[in-house]
Antibody, heavy 118, light 109 residues
Framework: VHLEESGGGVVRPGGALRLSCEASGFTFDDYGMSWVRQVPGKGLECICAINWNGVTTVYADSVKGRFTISRDNAKNSLYLQMSSLRAEDTAFYYC????????????WGRGTLVTVSS | SDVLTQPPSVSVAPGQTARITCERD??????VHWYQQKPGQAPVLVVYADVDRPSGIPDRFSGSNSANTATLTISRVEAGDEADYYCQIYNSSRDHPWVFGGGTKLTVL
């Protein structure tokens, strides 16, 4: 199982960025996927999740209306479209696999750093 | 909001047993997962569904969950166990059901 995020970088406040997560080593559309972020030196926050077929999405209040999670099962890929970025969105962003609520996030990518700064 | 409370830090000597707690009213009714995160690395699931270990996780790691406290126990602690540890639950009664504890820094003396 391998998850690899890409797309992080430096962006100005109010800007937009799209993160990608490429999955391999498992049947991608058997799993729900999430984005979990971590402000450097701080704790973990699950900001959004998507079910196996992309029909159901859930967002934390902190990103609702600004971020959009999506997936392309044909490409084994997960995405996070981020807009109206704020300084407080500066964090490492991890994609994580979740078989079900009873099993937790069993595999994580290495993360990609998003820095929102003028 | 739903809050999982962990001690900020726990210290233990090598070879001893470390216990990291995660507190919440009636957490015993939830399935608790534990993650280990070493500096500069992604989190790793070490215990899921209160007591189960993923493949490859040593049996020195164990979990329990009852009433208002879930506990991650690390037996025969090694220097390589030094890390941050996070508990997590799925609370289906919330719109956004994933909740993480604030994390505990385990220091091996």
């Amino acid at each position: 199982v391998h998850l690899e995020e890409s797309g992080g970088g430096v962006v100005r406040p109010g800007g937009a960025l799209r993160l990608s997560c490429e999955a391999s080593g498992f049947t991608f559309d058997d799993y729900g996927m999430s984005w979990v972020r971590q402000v450097p030196g701080k704790g973990l926050e699950c900001i959004c999740a998507i079910n196996w077929n992309g029909v159901t999405t859930v967002y934390a209040d902190s990103v609702k209306g600004r971020f959009t999670i999506s997936r392309d099962n044909a490409k084994n890929s997960l995405y996070l479209q981020m807009s109206s970025l704020r300084a407080e969105d500066t964090a490492f962003y991890y994609c994580a696999r979740e078989r079900s609520a009873s099993y937790g996030f069993d595999f994580w990518g290495r993360g990609t750093l998003v820095t929102v700064s003028s | 909001s739903d809050v999982l409370t962990q001690p900020p830090s726990v210290s233990v000597a090598p070879g001893q047993t470390a216990r990291i707690t995660c507190e919440r009213d009636d957490i015993g009714s939830k399935s608790v997962h534990w993650y280990q995160q070493k500096p500069g690395q992604a989190p790793v699931l070490v215990v899921y569904a209160d007591v189960d270990r993923p493949s490859g996780i040593p049996d020195r790691f164990s979990g329990s969950n009852s009433a208002n406290t879930a506990t991650l126990t690390i037996s025969r602690v090694e220097a390589g166990d030094e890390a941050d540890y996070y508990c997590q639950i799925y609370n289906s009664s919330r719109d956004h059901p994933w909740v993480f504890g604030g994390g505990t820094k385990l220091t091996v003396l």
